[in-house]
């Protein structure tokens, strides 16, 4: 749950999230004050503050000697300016930042949910239902992101929060700005977690949006086995399977199974895109196939009408100025009256190639003959004949 004002002020001390906040933390940083401590990383510490109209907030203070990097700063600006542009439903959004304070931080919306690798301790692997919730969302975050211009690189299970507003991807502590379609060198303040990388960042070759996808198949496939792909063992086993070993997915059904497989080739340049991966999750759906109520009522051809729009688009197209690509798909059948047609999904003249044409409307049909008097013919009214 998004902490509001009133919640904030509703919410007694005691039951603030976090641990409280030891001898040598600060008590505000500039004009939040902070609760108590939610956690650590690699770039600083994270606190549970609290804005001036009562707002609780996520603060992360960046690490003393990170903040006298002026590289690091200078990398700390874009990265702040390419994350506001980050779609807000699907991560933390970014309130405030001060990349030239005395101390550096960073302010994002506070999201009140269960960390995945908390909700899969308590509960093992997720139901079905929930697991495509999960690969739906967290690509969502991913496709946002990249749009954005941003590499997450520490996509991992305590970076995924499930809220009750959906799964959101949060902590942009080691996330990168490339330009669209090139890569990022690594650095030396943001390396990655242990068993959480994709197999360029754990050789230190230059990283582009492909890494998360390959973290995105990591996250699927422990969400929905309880495991890990590559196993157990110390990091740098782990790390040696990652770069050359297959990953287990037994227990994943289709079409999870094939995605994650895909998401998880060792080449970058081979994987689906966070868009591909989202638009195939929305258009097949959990079974592989097509809603039946879908094909039932022939509205296969109309979703993908949806996928296609400009509301879809502001999510999912291309970078902007490219032209929508416009994908048609229809259950087999679709639109045919009889035996399939001929020339069905291999541009048959009439239609575009590999799209059935929209089934043509019923005929109207002739009004029912009427008895003398007005009554229908057939009875229907009471004390009518045989129906």
Avoid at 3 to 29: M, Q, T
Avoid at 167 to 180: M, S
Avoid at 357 to 372: C, D, L
Wanted: charge should be neutral.
């Amino acid at each position: 749950m998004t902490e509001d004002v009133a919640g904030a002020a509703r919410r007694p001390a005691s039951e603030l999230p976090g641990d409280p906040l030891a001898a040598h933390d600060p008590h505000r940083i500039g004009p939040y004050s902070l609760l108590s401590r939610l956690g650590a990383g690699g770039m600083g510490t994270v606190y549970l503050g609290r804005g001036t109209a009562g707002r609780l907030v996520a603060v992360k203070v960046i690490r003393p000697d990170l903040a006298a990097d002026e590289e690091f700063r200078r990398r700390f600006r874009q990265e702040v300016a390419a994350a506001r542009r980050v779609a807000p439903f699907c991560t933390a959004e970014v309130l405030d930042a001060d990349p030239d304070a005395a101390a550096p931080y960073l302010v994002t919306e506070f999201i009140d949910g269960l960390r995945l690798d908390q909700a899969i301790a308590r509960g093992g692997p997720l139901m079905s239902s929930t697991l495509t919730g999960l690969a739906v969302g967290v690509a969502t975050a991913l496709t946002a992101i990249h749009r954005a211009g941003l590499v997450h690189r520490d996509l991992k299970p305590s970076n995924v929060l499930l809220s009750l507003s959906g799964p959101r991807v949060i902590d942009f502590g080691i996330a990168q700005a490339v330009a669209h379609g090139s890569k990022a060198k690594p650095t030396s303040w943001g390396f990655g977690s242990a068993g959480w990388m994709a197999p360029e960042q754990i050789n230190g070759l230059p990283i582009g949006p492909a890494a998360d996808v390959f973290t995105w198949g990591i996250l699927m496939a422990y969400a929905g086995t309880g495991r890990h792909p590559f196993g157990e063992g110390k990091d740098i086993d782990l790390a040696y399977r990652t770069v050359s070993g297959a990953p287990d997915l037994a227990g994943l059904v289709s079409p999870l199974h094939e995605l994650v497989s895909a998401a998880l080739a060792k080449d970058p340049d081979v994987r689906p895109s966070a868009r591909d991966l989202l638009l195939a999750l929305v258009e097949r759906g959990p079974s592989g196939g097509f809603d039946p109520s879908e094909e039932l009522l022939g509205l296969a051809a109309d979703k993908a009408d949806v996928m296609a729009s400009p509301a879809a688009a502001a999510l999912t197209g291309p970078e902007a100025g490219a032209a929508l690509p416009r994908t048609r798909v229809a259950p087999p059948g679709y639109g045919a009256t009889g035996s399939r047609p001929a020339g069905y999904g291999d541009g048959a003249a009439g239609a575009p190639s590999g799209i059935v044409p929209p089934r043509p409307p019923p005929p109207p049909r002739a009004p029912r003959p009427r008895r003398p008097g007005g009554a229908p013919r057939g009875g229907g009214g009471r004390g009518g004949g045989p129906p």
